[in-house]
């Protein structure tokens, strides 16, 4: 249980620093190069991010214990016995 509450923990602050990047207001960014505005592709780089570690908080957090559980009582369920 301890994992699971740690893992969930670790992955909140996570999913917490990518929302503060991809939905705060940023200043114009501009290529080194072609002096062209890249600040778009930084937002929508960060906004994937997001919602894949969205995506990674919920199966981890809730769908992954929830199938580690469920399988250890069917497997002891199966066996026979309640120990």
């Not at 994937?48 to 981890?60: D, E, M, P, R, S």
């Amino acid at each position: 249980m301890i994992y699971y509450a740690s893992q969930g923990l670790a992955n909140a602050l996570l999913l917490a620093i990518y929302a503060v990047q991809a939905f705060a207001d940023h200043k114009q960014c501009y290529s080194a190069v072609n002096k062209i505005d890249i600040t778009e592709r930084f937002v929508l780089t960060f906004r994937v991010g997001f919602y894949l570690q969205a995506a990674v908080f919920v199966n981890q957090t809730y769908i992954d214990p929830y199938l580690q559980l469920s399988h250890a009582f069917s497997s002891r369920r199966s066996q026979g016995g309640s120990n």
